[in-house]
């Protein structure tokens, strides 16, 4: 009787093995399937890094119990191996060098949740230590989501020739839509500041022309060479604070655990298909592009998505080829999500990258040095 118990408990283990092999596939290879007919896969493409830590708990069981089962989760890793890297970078975090090679370009990509306006009229102290943060890593480009603005009054709170002028650009692309004016003298947007002279600037916009539909891209010359280069914010997920505690606390039962459920599942999947076209769409104009690209922003997605992958066909990510560990980029939610991102062209070298990791907005800021290859 004993000897049936535990052939059934293996044979049920096995079983469950396999099944979280398959789930974690699914999960890195979730670009493959199309959103607009698989869109539950992007769940499982966000549980990735956890179907993982599950995979190695088996395969310690096994090399305890029947080492030869441990093939299991060993074969799964090695189909899942490129995408892994995208997940996670099995090395050790090596020292950035905040002294700037002359010959390197320095990016900075950063959520700057408004520049925490709210907190200034406050009289808040978080602006002032994050245009601190920008001035020590000096990046020549920065390409900042969720800026809040003023181009035109002198007297707003952040006024856009300020933050170029304190900050030491020469120029700057800023992108909004009036329908999402802060208030009276700011405008929300996206961003590019630039060290370095823009030749020439480029919003595009797709239906419903909202925020998330929206992108930029700046024609910059360095040296004897022109960048095109792309500031992007694709769909949020727009959860609440209901949303929030719901996924921090799932304690709720009933009716009301159903009705969270149900109401946050209808916004993931709302963010799978529209991150799904704005991506196509961004593609297109990277395609387009007569010139090298860089592609930075806040994408709302995590690496192995369809909208990753879209966007970063046939580009370098930074943190594939120099980042370390998860390299979680937003505050909030899990620890797993790096959701943004930086990608560069084949004509650079990816030299550093630095993940920085101060709460001063509800995203850490993201840095990186380039440099052009030689022809």
Aim: hydrophobic share 40%; proline share 5%; aromatic share 14%.
């Amino acid at each position: 009787m004993l000897r049936r118990i535990r052939k059934i408990s293996r044979n049920l283990l096995i079983v469950l093995n396999i099944i979280a092999s398959l789930l974690f596939l699914a999960g890195c290879y979730a670009y493959l399937f199309p959103p607009e007919k698989y869109w539950f896969v992007g769940l499982l493409a966000i549980g990735a890094l956890y179907v993982l830590l599950i995979l190695l708990l088996f395969l310690g069981m096994w090399l305890f119990v029947k080492p030869r089962l441990c093939w299991i989760s060993i074969l799964t890793l090695a189909i899942a191996w490129k995408p892994v890297q995208h997940l996670f970078q099995f090395r050790t975090p090596g020292n950035f060098e905040i002294s700037k090679a002359p010959a390197h370009l320095r990016i900075m990509n950063w959520n700057v949740e408004h520049f925490e306006i709210g907190k200034q009229k406050n009289g808040g102290v978080e602006k002032q230590m994050m245009l601190e943060l920008i001035r020590k890593y000096q990046p020549d480009i920065a390409f900042f989501q969720e800026m809040v603005g003023s181009e035109t009054n002198p007297d707003a709170i952040n006024y856009i020739p300020f933050f170029r002028d304190t900050l030491g650009f020469s120029d700057y692309h800023f992108t909004y839509n009036n329908k999402l004016d802060y208030d009276d003298d700011h405008h929300f947007g996206i961003i590019i500041f630039s060290k370095y002279p823009i030749l020439s600037k480029k919003d595009i916009s797709y239906a419903p022309n909202d925020y998330n539909s929206t992108f930029q891209y700046a024609d910059i010359q360095v040296g004897n060479d022109t960048l095109r280069v792309f500031n992007l914010h694709l769909q949020s997920l727009k959860l609440d604070k209901r949303n929030r505690h719901y996924l921090q606390q799932p304690g709720i039962t009933g009716e009301e655990n159903i009705r969270n459920s149900k109401n946050i599942i209808a916004k993931l999947k709302r963010g799978f298909l529209r991150r799904a076209q704005q991506s196509e769409r961004i593609r297109q104009a990277i395609d387009a592009s007569p010139y090298p690209v860089i592609v930075c922003g806040d994408f709302n997605d995590v690496p192995n998505s369809y909208a990753y992958h879209t966007i970063g066909e046939n580009l370098r990510n930074a943190f594939a080829a120099k980042g370390s560990g998860i390299g979680r980029t937003y505050a909030g939610i899990s620890p797993t999500l790096r959701i943004d991102h930086v990608f560069a062209d084949q004509a650079f070298h990816i030299r550093q990258y630095k993940r920085i990791k101060k709460e001063l907005s509800d995203h850490f800021p993201v840095v990186v040095d380039l440099e052009i290859k030689k022809q």
